[in-house]
């Protein structure tokens, strides 16, 4: 099952502490996303990147940070600055192509919990 | 601004019955609309696209630009359809979606 994958499946926290979330791909995609879950808010954007070295904030980018040094990878650092960081991280890939419909592509996410 | 509004945070129905999810949008140009689901223990997945005004595991979705709606809808509600429904609305930037809150569908047997 290639794809995309997330790891760890489940990762906890101390408050204070940044912590990585990785993402990888293999479906030669350009654009990744990042999106935060949470129960009665749907799916909300993190950051994404279109091409390698470049990316931009989606609407909740505060106290996260990204970095896309290769066309397979996007890890998503949580830092300590954001306030509610407990929740479910979902990772996306999809083709640049205009014509590919814009279907994005879900990794199996990560569960990250703050003690 | 672009905004995604599932109505419903759960919804319930029994096997055989007709289901419809709403879903409306607000977005000043002209949308692009994706139903994704995500079942129990499975990746979120795309359902449908209304560019493709295709019908899979038998859920039809119409756009309807006078009413900003986006209705999913199917006729006969099977228990395996039981899942998370996202709606989202692609507008002006690259590959950018927005998401509604989500409905969950509950099909009882």
């Known amino acids: 099952d290639g794809g995309i994958t997330q790891s760890p499946k489940y990762l906890f926290r101390k408050e204070g502490q940044n912590v990585t979330l990785s993402c990888e791909q293999n479906?030669?995609?350009?654009?990744m996303y990042w999106y935060r879950q949470d129960p009665g808010q749907g799916l909300r954007l993190i950051y994404y990147s279109q091409i390698v070295n470049d990316f931009q904030k989606g609407d909740i980018a505060e106290g996260y940070s990204v970095s896309r040094e290769k066309k397979e990878s996007f890890p998503l650092t949580v830092t300590s600055a954001q306030k509610n960081p407990t929740a479910f991280y979902l990772c996306?890939?999809?083709?640049?192509?205009?014509?590919?419909?814009?279907?994005?592509?879900f990794g199996p996410g990560t569960r990250l919990t703050v003690l | 601004a672009q905004r995604v509004t599932q109505p419903e945070k759960l919804l319930s129905v029994f096997k055989g019955a007709p289901v419809e999810l709403k879903c409306n949008y607000s977005?000043?140009?002209?949308?692009?609309l994706f139903w994704y689901v995500q079942y129990s223990r499975q990746r979120l997945q795309l359902l449908l696209r209304h560019i493709s005004r295709e019908s899979i595991k038998g859920f039809t979705a119409d756009l309807n630009k006078g009413e900003t709606s986006f209705h999913l809808k199917k006729p006969f509600a099977q228990e395996e359809d039981s899942a998370m429904y996202y709606c989202a609305l692609k507008g002006t930037s690259y590959g950018k979606l927005t998401f509604g809150q989500g409905t969950i569908l509950t099909v009882h047997p």
């Open positions: 996306a890939s999809s083709p640049r192509t205009a014509n590919y419909l814009n279907e994005q592509f």
């Open positions: 977005y000043s140009g002209s949308p692009e």
């Open positions: 479906l030669n995609h350009d654009a």
